[in-house]
């Protein structure tokens, strides 16, 4: 039986009807390179008429690797000229999407490849690697098809009831190693992150959540932040109908804190610096974190026999009973005693009997009373914002000191962002 060898090639190379493959070259310690040329022949697009061979150009691009080795595709591509001397057209070259998009240098199929690969966490060094291609021809293509993409997917955003916003450190630019923040926008509900948009001021939030409908905007129920200003004022212009909500890992995490200034200022005090492994308070540093119910019986002699010895003036352990009675407040559950009992809390803390800290820390509370007590309306916090950040943070290890914002947005959202990846073998980016 004879076979057409040249049509089992352009089975294997799988570039579609209307393609021909005119030759395959092998050079040692290269590329396998693969020479092709569109053969049905185009019409102008002006006038609708048969138009003339203007010239050949070769253009090569990064394929998928065949047999273990890196592979060039390189298009015979034709410039065409209208004879009619009155179209618009001119000239044009060929095109065809099903090979590569207008401009681009690497295949359809090696740039879904990739960005499939870049949506599993991969580093592009490691994928540009694998395809024989520069950083740089694999990013500008896991760009060019991670937007479009994103783009397609506009279903990905939707259905939004609880939004959670959070900052986070992106990268360090410039010769001083400037800090440029982020801020990742969440469905808290469903985990999913949404986008990020640079800084964290409130502008860049306030601009992503006005550029929505009306009618997501008026979907968003819940707005969860930690106790972030710029924060509250996004919710607060952009989303006025939305109910804030303050994390309750945040508002704890605070508690703590104060408790942490207390103890140092009065180890600074008793002992003279700073404290050492053997001076009572900080034996206790991390007994002084943990909640209360967890602590052992040991623990709870070890914890009151310390501060007798360490605490003359009763400071810490006011700051101890201060943080585990805010504690105690998320596990009321009713909203309005919660409410009551925080105000409570609040009031006595900035009494002048307390100590700087401990009325810094009430005011605090007074001021963010009404987004804290929301939590036990809404039972939503921002852990599922968190993890996008985490997630993010592992997209930054792996990018090897990239500074590209657009870059780093695209990778984040491919890897976190739970696009649909069905579509991408459906898209034609421009």
């Not at 490691?126 to 994103?150: D, F, K, P, S, Y």
């Not at 409908?213 to 200003?229: A, E, F, I, K």
Request: proline residues 4%; glycine residues 10%; charged residues 25%.
């Amino acid at each position: 039986m004879a076979v057409d060898l040249t049509r089992a090639l352009s089975l294997i190379v799988g570039l579609g009807p209307g393609v021909a493959v005119l030759d395959v070259r092998a050079r040692r310690g290269g590329p396998l390179e693969v020479e092709i040329e569109l053969t049905r022949r185009p019409c102008c697009g002006g006038c609708g008429g048969p138009v003339w061979v203007h010239g050949t150009s070769k253009v090569k691009m990064a394929d998928l690797a065949a047999f273990g080795r890196p592979v060039r595709l390189v298009w015979n591509k034709h410039r065409w000229r209208c004879p009619h001397g009155s179209c618009a057209v001119g000239t044009f070259t060929d095109q065809d999407s099903q090979i590569a998009p207008p401009r681009g240098r690497m295949t359809a199929r090696a740039a879904r490849w990739a960005t499939r690969r870049v949506g599993d966490g991969r580093a592009i060094k490691e994928i540009a690697a694998e395809l024989g291609c520069n950083w740089h021809t694999a990013m500008a293509a896991v760009h060019r098809w991670g937007q479009a993409l994103l783009d397609a997917d506009a279903g990905r955003v939707d259905g939004v009831t609880a939004l959670g916003l959070d900052e986070i450190l992106m990268f360090r630019r410039g010769r001083y190693r400037e800090q440029q923040w982020g801020t990742t926008i969440v469905d808290a509900r469903k985990g999913k992150l949404l986008d990020i948009v640079p800084g964290k001021r409130a502008n860049g939030a306030t601009r992503w959540i006005r550029g929505r409908t009306s009618r997501w905007r008026q979907q968003v129920r819940w707005g969860v932040m930690d106790l972030s200003g710029p924060y509250r004022k996004t919710f607060t212009d952009a989303l006025p109908k939305a109910i804030q909500v303050a994390d309750p890992f945040h508002v704890v995490k605070l508690a703590n804190s104060a408790v942490d200034d207390v103890r140092r200022r009065v180890q600074n005090e008793t002992t003279g610096g700073r404290g050492t492994k053997g001076d009572p308070l900080y034996r206790i540093r991390r007994l002084l974190h943990r909640a209360h119910e967890r602590v052992t019986e040991r623990g709870e002699a070890k914890l009151r026999g310390l501060l007798a010895a360490g605490d003359p003036h009763g400071e810490v352990r006011d700051a101890w009973h201060a943080k585990e009675t805010l504690r105690m407040t998320y596990r009321i559950g009713d909203h309005e005693i919660a409410l009551e009992a925080l105000d409570e809390l609040s009031r006595d803390l900035r009494d002048n009997t307390y100590s700087p800290e401990l009325n810094r820390l009430g005011r605090t509370l007074h001021a963010w009373r009404t987004q804290i007590t929301n939590w036990h309306r809404s039972q939503v916090t921002n852990g599922p914002t968190e993890a996008a950040n985490n997630l993010a943070k592992l997209i930054k290890r792996v990018s090897f000191g990239n500074a590209n914002f657009d870059h780093y947005r695209i990778r984040v959202l491919l890897y976190a962002g739970k696009p649909d990846w069905t579509l991408l073998d459906t898209l034609t980016p421009r």
